[in-house]
């Protein structure tokens, strides 16, 4: 394809966000978005000319037929929009958390495969440059051999108690802090360390909320001996935005990495690497790569460029990051967080 129609489902924060990003590509047609606000639409109508807005997602992709769609619903529709999406043909980038379970997050991924459709989870940090960087370090041995990893988020989302019922305070529909952010952490131990083969010791706290959790802690096992812990918390006032963290530990020393810098200690020096013995700094603005339209980050243009590309393109799955396996895969260990929290009351 040389171009691509395109359209989004759900006009919320995330989805004006990701219109005014993709609307920015120069080979993407953003033709439809569908939405169930008539406030939202109307201002739409009004305000973006040449784009048709429906109330019925449906309706919209049968009568605007795209290439591919953004879905940012709430998480417990998003599986019957990305099954409905899949029989029509219509490749689709998916908010994150992918469902809300991993049986229907296995099945997306199988029916995507089969049909050769393009399917892509945004896990936004996958395109991060400082976590990029610090997997290729991981990668490349700089650290030596992996023993002991942490994985932390933290965000001041829920400072008071909760005074009316959303959809973030119900986890069936994919509220509360594990589904909001411990599946960042989570996706970031997968991208980076592998995908853990047990989760023990997990506990989920309630600050403010009344049906869902705002700390969630856990252990994560592999079989071949690495070991780490995750930490999320979401009512922690001392962070202004969200943020992640993470620390790994190898036989050759350790790299400690955030959205905006790293600190790597070497036991010795390493060939191919510039660092020296000791304690380094690797800051984002020594690395970033560039991109045509900044809006909240890079990652947030390079994460939708990649699927608007990998459409036009006709990538292959294995050459696309965040699939919907790898959202299957974050989604089968968050459920069995939820599990092992339980078990252990």
């Given amino acids: 394809m040389e171009t691509i129609r395109l359209s989004i489902i759900g006009m919320g924060r995330m989805g004006i966000t990701h219109f005014s990003i993709i609307n920015s590509h120069p080979c993407v047609e953003v033709?439809?978005?569908?939405?169930?606000?008539?406030?939202?639409?109307?201002?739409?109508?009004?305000?973006?000319?040449?784009i048709d807005v429906?109330?019925?997602?449906?309706?919209?992709?049968?009568?605007?037929?795209?290439?591919?769609?953004?879905?940012?619903?709430?998480?417990?529709?998003?599986?019957?929009?990305?099954?409905?999406?899949?029989?029509?043909?219509?490749?689709?980038?998916c908010e994150k958390p992918?469902?809300?379970?991993?049986?229907?997050?296995k099945r997306l991924q199988e029916m995507f495969s089969a049909k050769g459709l393009i399917g892509q989870v945004g896990y936004v940090n996958r395109f991060n440059d400082m976590f990029a960087t610090a997997r290729e370090y991981v990668n490349g041995g700089l650290i030596g051999n992996v023993i002991r990893f942490k994985s932390?988020?933290?965000?001041?989302?829920?400072?008071?108690?909760?005074?009316?019922?959303s959809w973030r305070s119900k986890r069936e529909n994919g509220g509360?802090?594990?589904?909001?952010m411990a599946v960042h952490a989570l996706d970031l131990v997968n991208y980076i360390i592998g995908v853990p083969d047990k989760v023990i010791g997990t506990s989920m706290n309630q600050v403010y909320s009344k049906n869902v959790e705002d700390i969630v802690s856990s252990t994560l096992v592999y079989k071949n001996g690495i070991s780490g812990t995750l930490y999320v918390n979401w009512c922690d006032t001392s962070y202004r935005k969200p943020t992640n963290r993470l620390e790994i530990f190898g036989?050759?020393?350790?790299?400690?990495?955030?959205?905006?810098?790293?600190?790597?200690?070497l036991n010795n020096t390493v060939d191919g690497y510039k660092y020296r013995k000791g304690w380094n700094a690797v800051y984002i603005t020594d690395?970033?790569?560039?991109?045509?339209?900044?809006?909240?980050?890079?990652?947030?243009?390079?994460?939708?460029?990649?699927?608007?590309?990998?459409?036009?393109?006709?990538?292959?799955?294995e050459d696309i990051q965040c699939t919907f396996e790898d959202g299957y895969n974050t989604q089968r260990i968050v459920h069995d967080m939820f599990n092992d929290s339980e078990n252990n009351k």
Avoid at 98 to 105: E, H, Y
Avoid at 299 to 315: C, K, M, P, W
């Fill in 176 to 180: 509360g802090a594990a589904y909001e």
């Fill in 54 to 93: 429906f109330t019925d997602y449906k309706e919209m992709i049968e009568q605007t037929r795209p290439d591919a769609v953004i879905v940012c619903t709430p998480p417990n529709f998003h599986n019957e929009v990305c099954q409905f999406a899949c029989e029509k043909g219509v490749n689709v980038f």
């Fill in 31 to 50: 033709v439809s978005v569908s939405d169930t606000s008539k406030v939202v639409l109307d201002i739409l109508r009004k305000n973006v000319p040449g």
């Fill in 251 to 265: 036989n050759n020393g350790k790299l400690i990495v955030d959205q905006h810098e790293m600190k790597i200690f």
């Fill in 287 to 317: 690395i970033f790569k560039p991109v045509p339209f900044y809006v909240r980050g890079n990652e947030f243009t390079r994460q939708l460029y990649h699927f608007a590309d990998s459409v036009i393109n006709g990538r292959l799955t």
């Fill in 98 to 105: 992918f469902t809300v379970s991993p049986n229907d997050a």
């Fill in 152 to 165: 932390e988020m933290y965000s001041s989302t829920i400072t008071k108690p909760e005074s009316s019922d």
